[in-house]
């Protein structure tokens, strides 16, 4: 039989750091060491403890006696001359602690082991030794700080980063590295304000020390950063003084970096032309000052120049590179968030929603691991207009929302761009005022609107103003391929429905060029879509049928439930113009499933009524006392009500409603009631 000992007694710290210890082991044997103590406190024998560790009882005896005489440091103590260095000397790390000390936990409530280990990157068990040791060596807070504030930031806790940058900044004078370290933490804490303080700061001491390659630096994120906040004025004017800080000096990375930087605003500003050159002469610098970082980000850059002026493969070539370096760990968390985010943009461009849902996830999972908030931001939006082309309306609308609360202290612009992506929804939705509210902002953002804004002119019955709109927009996005497969779908239903046919026509020749050299199936949708519609427009029922039956099978094949909604509605009118009103209703019957399925209201109460319409014509006329039963069911009635009101019974009242259904093809009684209202409009 098993003699029981004394179970050795553990305090509440005692108890997390051994817990610790046993979960995330340094080394195996350690582990161990920690699971003998915890069994042996819970008051299992030693030979209990020996079979469930395997080990023998003078192993957990010996850890019994050496915790009872040294404490947690026993556990963790190594025989001099084996083992690793530690990565912290006791003094600093007692000087860590002691700064720690005198700030509050960022998650309140006070100080322990297990926090203070998680904050500084050790062993709970190497805090509390070192936290309960004696010192008689003063503490120096501010250098602590400093350093702290360091290795969060290496760690990418950037909350804690900048609270105790900033609290050093606040007691002694800092160089020019250290506030630049204050404005990354600044930038990723949320903190696009203080960022560009702190940056300006690094500009302005880099520039008094005549180190004019590094102030042109600051001087680059500085205006990356005022483009973000929706001030393009004072981005190009910071872009023009790193310019001018690097006119005396010699061919270097920093020039690279410049060219880069307006290679983007190029491509911001719609400019593909511009783009490729500035994008070519900063990697011909890189290449030549040995910068591979400056170099692959330009690269992208001009990758996506390529794409936009319709050079496909060598673009989608280049792009493919620079996220492969990305992954491999090439490049620093700024860079690789703007690749997986520049990528995400490309290929939801060209309709890759397959491969733009993928990246998305791999970039959520990228940032969850970097505790990164900024670029989260930005995923959340891209999974909303992957949502919204899926046809989940309603939560596609939440995540742009949440998208532009997120991005809004990181770039007003992208806040704007999440903005128009709630509009978008929220017009599929039949929400108008709401859709107008949403692109109002995110104009007042800088972002753009269109199509959006000319469809919602357009629903509120303003066809002369939306054709005014979206012919701007796309004379604005002459050379842009990619935006205009976007545009010229919109102008073509917009022209028609302003009794423009011309440039209706001329708008789906330009957009059957483009499907054709883009190669994606969400573009030939549109194309083939919009062929359909201004063929039937011209009278051509049967080409119309064709290429409207083309489109409903690529939409379908892209999986975007709303876009073949729209095109059976259009194929339904097809139909009905060559006499086939059964396959004229079985259209709008599924139109009217699927609009009602995704929450497009405004589509299905549009498409519901022209199917009670369109039924009233083509089935057989009523009784006259079906008809009277009929205009009692629009009226609101019940069956009871019916009957006493026609003086029949109840019974009676249920037999012409079900004669009433199974006449017209109707399965509710909302479905008689829409009709008979709709043909009442009518006479």
């Given at each position: 039989?098993?003699?029981?000992?004394?179970?050795?007694?553990?305090?509440?710290?005692?108890?997390?750091?051994?817990?610790?210890?046993?979960?995330?082991?340094?080394?195996?044997?350690?582990?161990?060491?920690?699971?003998?103590?915890?069994?042996?406190?819970?008051?299992?024998?030693?030979?209990?403890?020996?079979?469930?560790?395997?080990?023998?009882?003078?192993?957990?005896?010996?850890?019994?006696?050496?915790?009872?005489?040294?404490?947690?440091?026993?556990?963790?103590?190594?025989?001099?001359?084996?083992?690793?260095?530690?990565?912290?000397?006791?003094?600093?790390?007692?000087?860590?602690?002691?700064?720690?000390?005198?700030?509050?936990?960022?998650?309140?409530?006070?100080?322990t082991c297990r926090s203070l280990a998680h904050l500084l990157g050790v062993s709970p068990a190497t805090v509390s030794r070192v936290w309960q040791a004696p010192t008689t060596e003063p503490a120096v807070p501010g250098r602590a700080r400093l350093q702290q504030g360091r290795r969060a930031l290496e760690r990418h806790l950037w909350e804690e980063a900048y609270e105790l940058l900033a609290a050093a900044d606040s007691t002694q004078t800092l160089g020019p590295a250290e506030i630049e370290?204050?404005?990354?933490?600044?930038?990723?804490?949320?903190?696009?304000?203080?960022?560009?303080?702190?940056?300006?700061?690094?500009?302005?001491?880099?520039?008094?020390?005549?180190?004019?390659?590094?102030?042109?630096?600051?001087?680059?994120?500085?205006?990356?950063?005022?483009?973000?906040?929706?001030?393009?004025?004072?981005?190009?004017?910071?872009?023009?003084?790193?310019?001018?800080?690097?006119?005396?000096?010699?061919?270097?990375?920093?020039?690279?970096?410049?060219?880069?930087?307006?290679?983007?605003?190029?491509?911001?500003?719609?400019?593909?032309?511009?783009?490729?050159?500035?994008?070519?002469?900063?990697?011909?610098?890189?290449?030549?000052?040995?910068?591979?970082?400056?170099?692959?980000?330009?690269?992208?850059?001009?990758?996506?120049?390529?794409?936009?002026?319709?050079?496909?493969?060598?673009?989608?070539?280049?792009?493919?590179?620079?996220?492969?370096?990305?992954?491999?760990?090439?490049?620093?968390?700024?860079?690789?968030?703007?690749?997986?985010?520049?990528?995400?943009?490309?290929?939801?461009?060209?309709?890759?929603?397959?491969?733009?849902?993928?990246?998305?996830?791999?970039?959520?999972?990228?940032?969850?691991?970097?505790?990164?908030?900024?670029?989260?931001?930005?995923?959340?939006?891209?999974?909303?207009?992957?949502?919204?082309?899926?046809?989940?309306?309603?939560?596609?609308?939440?995540?742009?929302?949440?998208?532009?609360?997120?991005?809004?202290?990181?770039?007003?612009?992208?806040?704007?761009?999440?903005?128009?992506?709630?509009?978008?929804?929220?017009?599929?939705?039949?929400?108008?005022?709401?859709?107008?509210?949403?692109?109002?902002?995110?104009?007042?953002?800088?972002?753009?609107?269109?199509?959006?804004?000319?469809?919602?002119?357009?629903?509120?019955?303003?066809?002369?103003?939306?054709?005014?709109?979206?012919?701007?927009?796309?004379?604005?996005?002459?050379?842009?391929?990619?935006?205009?497969?976007?545009?010229?779908?919109?102008?073509?239903?917009?022209?028609?429905?302003?009794?423009?046919?011309?440039?209706?026509?001329?708008?789906?020749?330009?957009?059957?060029?483009?499907?054709?050299?883009?190669?994606?199936?969400?573009?030939?949708?549109?194309?083939?879509?919009?062929?359909?519609?201004?063929?039937?427009?011209?009278?051509?029922?049967?080409?119309?049928?064709?290429?409207?039956?083309?489109?409903?099978?690529?939409?379908?094949?892209?999986?975007?439930?709303?876009?073949?909604?729209?095109?059976?509605?259009?194929?339904?009118?097809?139909?009905?113009?060559?006499?086939?009103?059964?396959?004229?209703?079985?259209?709008?019957?599924?139109?009217?499933?699927?609009?009602?399925?995704?929450?497009?209201?405004?589509?299905?109460?549009?498409?519901?009524?022209?199917?009670?319409?369109?039924?009233?014509?083509?089935?057989p006329a009523l009784t006259g006392r079906q008809l009277q039963v009929a205009e009692l069911v629009a009226a609101g009635l019940g069956n009871a009500d019916i009957a006493q009101r026609l003086f029949i019974s109840r019974r009676t009242a249920e037999f012409h409603v079900r004669q009433i259904m199974m006449t017209m093809g109707f399965v509710s009684r909302a479905q008689i009631a829409a009709w008979f209202s709709a043909g009442r409009a009518t006479k």
């Amino acid at each position: 039989m098993a003699v029981r000992v004394a179970a050795p007694r553990l305090s509440r710290e005692e108890r997390r750091a051994l817990e610790e210890l046993a979960r995330h082991p340094r080394t195996p044997s350690i582990a161990r060491r920690a699971r003998i103590l915890l069994l042996a406190a819970d008051g299992l024998p030693d030979s209990e403890i020996a079979v469930s560790l395997d080990t023998t009882r003078a192993t957990v005896a010996h850890w019994r006696r050496r915790f009872a005489a040294e404490g947690l440091g026993g556990v963790t103590a190594i025989r001099p001359g084996r083992g690793r260095k530690p990565r912290i000397a006791e003094d600093e790390l007692r000087e860590m602690i002691t700064a720690a000390l005198e700030t509050a936990p960022s998650r309140g409530g006070a100080w322990t082991c297990r926090s203070l280990a998680h904050l500084l990157g050790v062993s709970p068990a190497t805090v509390s030794r070192v936290w309960q040791a004696p010192t008689t060596e003063p503490a120096v807070p501010g250098r602590a700080r400093l350093q702290q504030g360091r290795r969060a930031l290496e760690r990418h806790l950037w909350e804690e980063a900048y609270e105790l940058l900033a609290a050093a900044d606040s007691t002694q004078t800092l160089g020019p590295a250290e506030i630049e370290s204050l404005a990354v933490a600044a930038f990723w804490s949320g903190r696009p304000d203080e960022c560009i303080r702190a940056w300006e700061r690094v500009h302005a001491l880099r520039a008094g020390e005549g180190d004019y390659r590094a102030a042109a630096r600051a001087a680059i994120e500085l205006s990356r950063r005022c483009w973000d906040s929706a001030t393009p004025a004072i981005a190009g004017g910071w872009l023009s003084r790193a310019e001018r800080h690097l006119a005396s000096q010699e061919e270097c990375a920093e020039q690279g970096m410049l060219a880069s930087r307006r290679a983007y605003v190029c491509l911001m500003l719609g400019d593909a032309p511009g783009a490729l050159e500035q994008s070519l002469n900063a990697q011909e610098i890189a290449a030549r000052c040995g910068s591979r970082e400056v170099r692959l980000m330009a690269m992208h850059l001009h990758g996506q120049a390529l794409v936009m002026t319709g050079e496909l493969e060598s673009g989608l070539e280049l792009i493919d590179e620079v996220c492969a370096a990305a992954v491999g760990g090439e490049l620093g968390p700024d860079q690789t968030g703007l690749v997986y985010c520049w990528t995400i943009a490309v290929c939801r461009a060209l309709a890759d929603f397959e491969r733009c849902a993928q990246l998305t996830e791999a970039t959520t999972l990228w940032c969850q691991e970097n505790l990164i908030s900024g670029f989260p931001g930005i995923c959340r939006l891209h999974r909303a207009e992957i949502l919204r082309m899926r046809g989940e309306l309603a939560v596609a609308e939440a995540e742009a929302v949440a998208a532009a609360d997120e991005l809004s202290h990181y770039s007003l612009r992208q806040a704007g761009n999440a903005l128009t992506e709630a509009g978008l929804n929220r017009l599929r939705r039949g929400d108008l005022d709401g859709a107008e509210e949403a692109f109002a902002r995110a104009h007042e953002l800088g972002a753009g609107t269109q199509p959006g804004r000319s469809l919602l002119l357009l629903a509120r019955g303003e066809a002369a103003a939306a054709f005014t709109a979206i012919a701007r927009a796309v004379e604005r996005s002459a050379d842009i391929l990619v935006v205009r497969a976007w545009l010229l779908p919109a102008q073509v239903e917009i022209a028609l429905a302003a009794g423009r046919p011309d440039v209706a026509e001329q708008a789906c020749l330009d957009l059957a060029v483009i499907a054709v050299r883009l190669g994606r199936p969400a573009v030939s949708a549109a194309a083939a879509e919009a062929r359909g519609a201004v063929l039937f427009a011209q009278g051509e029922a049967q080409a119309a049928g064709s290429a409207l039956m083309e489109a409903l099978e690529l939409w379908s094949q892209v999986e975007s439930p709303y876009e073949a909604a729209r095109v059976r509605v259009l194929l339904s009118r097809v139909r009905r113009a060559d006499g086939d009103d059964d396959a004229a209703c079985l259209e709008l019957r599924t139109a009217c499933r699927v609009f009602g399925r995704i929450g497009a209201v405004r589509d299905a109460r549009a498409a519901e009524l022209q199917l009670t319409a369109m039924t009233r014509a083509a089935r057989p006329a009523l009784t006259g006392r079906q008809l009277q039963v009929a205009e009692l069911v629009a009226a609101g009635l019940g069956n009871a009500d019916i009957a006493q009101r026609l003086f029949i019974s109840r019974r009676t009242a249920e037999f012409h409603v079900r004669q009433i259904m199974m006449t017209m093809g109707f399965v509710s009684r909302a479905q008689i009631a829409a009709w008979f209202s709709a043909g009442r409009a009518t006479k």
